[in-house]
């Protein structure tokens, strides 16, 4: 008898011990007590914590499982075992698509090194299987193709197959380029600079244009007042005035800009204040590109922005995870990973995460937001109320917290208490509770329509543009304006100095009144002003080509000769530079005859397609300038042991050559006919 009672209690244990294993596998554990609720309303305190009905995500597991398999698979391909290799393979790919995991860049990146040593011992079949899984890991990348191209000619395969798999790559580079941003960015930023090298050379052609009637000028104000050789020197000396003084060679082109700008005509006039107001806001703009830069490159950045705004992925979540790994004191890095885990439906993990939030950071109220959606999404109602209770003694006026109150009041049928909670939140901000209530601001996306508390983009985008951190998290927290911030931006040595150009180039300009500027005669290029001739002989020519080719007076052989010597010189110098910088900057000589809109677009978009193909064509302005122009984020780095194509390059190689094409080639055959 004892002995049966004794095997009966046995079997009883047994079967809560399996019972007890079985709920733990399938996460059906009981969460560790949450804060100390004390509710204002008659909702009860949370009694139980929550039931999460899937297990808690294993990093340390996943890690450990995805090295198993890829030492296995590196042990066989030692030994010779190439079929265990090729299974190994396989468990790598299936486990892959079990976890959800689509694209494994760091195991590509290996598998890319591994080819490129197969292929050197001459070893193409397994150079191609290592390819093949690389492709498989992380697919439609663009150096996997063009490895592929490499084999493919070097093992003899044909050189029409090795020409389709290098087109391949290089449609693959441009689509990575789009989806990444980085093509995007890599054409941002060389705009920038290519409206900067716009703007330099713009100003050079004027002051070559324009410095012999500006020295004229100088030189009869000077000879009227003091000796006539004085002005001469001072006329000179004024042209090259930046790298005589302390400013350096870099504001040269402001200055320039400036003093020819009383000679310019019209349509150079408002290019030259296009360029100046474009020079102004280049600062800011190029900070903003290296924000988007950094926003696209950066992993952390790269990964904080996904996880605050993209859906669940475990590959997501492991990113997050080593972020906070790194980072344990970092209550924001924590937020966004309970974020994700709440995403996936892996409460345990996202209760526990938003608990270590309040540890970290007691005032984050939006965890306890999260927190009672927590409760809210496995249908406890009375216990998520009393933590969106819990976050009104902290903020009493966080519209979301008073919604989500009221969400779960009607689900809890309380519905007095459901329209007093709404009344609430609409006093507070009736237009972002309407947005709530259309499921414009996040409602709906949950089975229940709660709103969860998240990091703004807004706050993110500030912080990078800033080179702040993350402060706000919710989105009842308005973060610094935009305007404020562009101001600020402004507010640099660039802007303030082309700010300046621009409003002495304007007065200046109104300055002159009724006063005619010195001018070229269109024919011979001698200078002259109102001193050397009255404004009833016309404005175009001197007195001499007047007589010579408007009146038709003639002059005396001897002046004839030398008139016409002079005239033929000025043609021949005028269009020898016109065609050297024409065809070094396509749109310089559209400039030099007065084609102000064609050439400086064409000079812009020529920059820029350089930049966008050889950043290095930069450096000798960078260093005669003295800017750091941070050619740096020009450039994108790849695994070094196989080829890569830059999908920039390639837009901006044909991009340069067919400019130079249009511009240079067409203008000859418009002059020749």
């Not at 399996?18 to 305190?45: F, H, N, S, W, Y």
């Not at 320039?256 to 360029?275: D, G, H, K, P």
Request: aromatic residues 10%; proline residues 4%.
């Amino acid at each position: 008898m004892i002995g049966y009672r004794f095997g009966k209690a046995a079997l009883y244990l047994a079967c809560c011990l399996v019972m007890t294993c079985a709920m733990a596998e399938q996460g059906k554990i009981r969460l560790r007590p949450g804060p100390k609720i004390t509710p204002t309303d008659a909702a009860p305190a949370p009694e139980d914590p929550p039931r999460s009905s899937r297990r808690g995500f294993d990093y340390e597991a996943f890690e450990n499982r995805l090295q198993s398999h890829w030492f296995q698979r590196k042990a066989f391909l030692a030994e010779g075992r190439e079929n265990d290799a090729l299974s190994q393979s396989e468990r790598i790919r299936a486990f892959c698509t079990e976890e959800g995991i689509g694209r494994l860049r760091g195991l590509a990146d290996a598998l890319i090194v591994e080819s490129d040593h197969h292929l050197s011992q001459g070893n193409f079949s397994k150079s191609m299987e290592a390819l093949q899984l690389a492709e498989q890991l992380d697919p439609g990348r663009s150096q996997v193709r063009l490895a592929r191209a490499v084999v493919i000619w070097k093992s003899g395969r044909g050189t029409i197959p090795a020409l389709g798999a290098v087109l391949s790559g290089v449609r693959a580079a441009v689509e990575e380029g789009f989806r990444d941003f980085s093509l995007v960015n890599r054409i941002y930023l060389s705009l920038i600079l290519g409206i900067l090298g716009a703007t330099l050379l713009f100003s050079f052609m004027m002051l070559l244009r324009y410095q012999i009637p500006f020295r004229h000028e100088v030189e009869e104000w000077f000879g009227a007042r003091f000796l006539g050789g004085v002005g001469r020197s001072v006329g000179y000396a004024l042209l090259v005035l930046p790298f005589l003084t302390w400013v350096g060679a870099g504001w040269a082109c402001l200055y320039w800009l400036v003093i020819t700008y009383r000679f310019m005509r019209r349509s150079e006039r408002a290019a030259a204040v296009i360029l100046l107001f474009a020079t102004v806001l280049s600062v800011p703009a190029y900070r903003l590109a290296g924000t988007v830069y950094g926003i696209t490159t950066d992993p952390v950045t790269r990964t904080t922005l996904e996880a605050a705004t993209g859906p669940y992925s475990p590959e997501r979540i492991v990113d997050m995870q080593k972020l906070v790994s790194d980072d344990p004191q970092d209550a924001t890095y924590r937020f966004l990973l309970a974020g994700l885990y709440s995403k996936g439906q892996f409460f345990n993990d996202a209760f526990n995460e938003y608990q270590k939030v309040l540890e970290l950071d007691p005032g984050r109220y939006e965890a306890l937001i999260n927190i009672g959606n927590v409760y809210y999404e496995l249908q406890n109602f009375d216990e998520a109320g009393a933590y969106y209770l819990r976050t009104l003694e902290q903020r009493p006026d966080s519209v979301l917290a008073l919604f989500n109150l009221h969400r779960s009041h009607a689900e809890g049928f309380r519905f007095t208490a459901s329209e007093e909670a709404l009344a609430r939140a609409r006093n507070l901000d009736s237009e972002r509770v309407t947005a709530l209530m259309a499921g414009e601001d996040g409602a709906g996306e949950g089975r229940s329509g709660v709103v969860p508390a998240v990091i703004d983009i807004g706050t993110i985008w500030n912080a990078a543009f800033t080179g702040g951190g993350l402060h706000e998290t919710g989105r009842d927290t308005a973060g610094p304006g935009l305007s404020r911030l562009l101001v600020s931006q402004v507010m640099n040595p660039v802007s303030i100095a082309a700010l300046l150009a621009l409003i002495a180039a304007l007065i200046l300009g109104s300055l002159s009144g009724e006063k005619r500027p010195a001018r070229r005669c269109i024919r011979c290029g001698r200078p002259f002003c109102q001193r050397c001739k009255t404004g009833r002989e016309g404005h175009e020519y001197c007195s001499q080509c007047m007589h010579l080719f408007v009146l038709g007076d003639g002059l005396a052989p001897e002046t004839k000769t030398k008139k016409m010597f002079e005239v033929d010189s000025y043609e021949r110098r005028t269009r020898l530079v016109r065609i050297g910088i024409g065809w070094l900057f396509p749109g310089g000589s559209h400039v030099l005859r007065g084609r102000i809109l064609a050439g400086c677009l064409f000079l812009t978009a020529w920059f820029t397609a350089v930049l966008m193909w050889r950043p290095v064509a930069m450096l000798p302005i960078e260093k005669v300038t003295g800017f750091d122009l941070r050619l740096d984020l020009l450039y994108s780095g790849t695994v070094p042991a196989s080829p890569a194509v830059n999908a920039a390059a390639v837009f901006g190689a044909v991009g340069a050559i067919l400019i130079w094409l249009i511009a240079v080639i067409g203008r000859s055959k418009r002059a020749k006919s």
